[in-house]
């Protein structure tokens, strides 16, 4: 069974701050997805990375995905209350066809 | 090009009673998928369409549970004799492939709550 271990599960942060989410796993995956999850609504798609070693930026929010491709990052800079929500990574195996698996995700609450 | 919608966007029902869902996939979309996500935790894979095709189904999904898409766009999920336990946010998304990275595009949900 692939999993994907996100941490932390939960971050209260002062706005201003910075953070860094992780997703980790002993698996090797074709791509990986980070979504963010406001509640009472589905998934909202942020960026895929597919490449290892790729870094993609979008505006204050930087993600990384692993040189092996087991593991991935999102950090943000100088975090606003806007960005408060549910961050979910997810990724795919080549052989499942797409199917994602989804880590548990990391509640962030930025306090102004 | 509107998203994929889902309808209803809540459902209450009785535990025993019959559930439909549905979910229109953005259009020329080729792959549908459905997840279910309960509280404080991410969304598990339920099953995926390939067109009209379903190609695979986790076990998550017992024989209570059916998904069609007759004609290769909208999909219907069904849930016979719902329990408690079904109490959850179903969740639909669609993808087109060949496309490289295969990236799902979700739906709003349905939340669904068995009394």
């Known amino acids: 069974t692939q999993l994907l271990e996100q941490s932390p599960q939960f971050l209260s942060i002062q706005e201003g701050e910075n953070l860094t989410v992780y997703c980790n796993s002993s698996?090797?995956?074709?791509?990986l997805q980070w979504y963010r999850q406001e509640p009472g609504e589905g998934p909202v798609l942020l960026v895929t990375?597919?490449?290892?070693?790729e870094v993609k930026k979008l505006k204050r929010l930087t993600f990384q995905f692993g040189d092996a491709r087991k593991d991935s990052s999102l950090h943000i800079t100088a975090a606003q209350p806007g960005d408060t929500g549910l961050y979910l990574c997810?990724?795919?195996?080549?052989?499942?066809?797409?199917?994602?698996?989804f880590g548990q995700g990391t509640i962030l609450t930025v306090h102004p | 090009d509107t998203g994929v919608s889902q309808d209803p966007r809540h459902k209450i029902t009785k535990r025993g009673q019959n559930v439909t869902f549905r979910c229109d996939p953005i259009?020329?979309?080729?792959?549908l998928y459905w997840y279910r996500q309960t509280l404080g935790q991410g969304p598990e894979f339920l099953t995926y369409?390939?067109?009209?095709?379903?190609?695979?189904k986790s076990r998550l999904l017992s024989d209570r549970f059916s998904a069609e898409r007759p004609k290769g766009s909208f999909s219907t999920l069904e849930i016979q004799r719902t329990e408690q336990g079904d109490s959850a946010m179903y969740l639909c998304?669609?993808?087109?492939?060949?496309?490289?990275?295969?990236?799902?595009?979700f739906g709003p949900g349905t939340r669904l709550t068995v009394l």
């Open positions: 259009s020329e979309h080729n792959r």
């Open positions: 698996s090797v995956f074709s791509s």
């Open positions: 369409f390939q067109n009209e095709a379903q190609l695979e």
């Open positions: 990375v597919v490449t290892g070693g």
């Open positions: 998304a669609s993808s087109l492939v060949p496309g490289g990275t295969d990236t799902q595009y």
């Open positions: 997810a990724a795919s195996q080549w052989t499942s066809y797409g199917k994602l698996t």
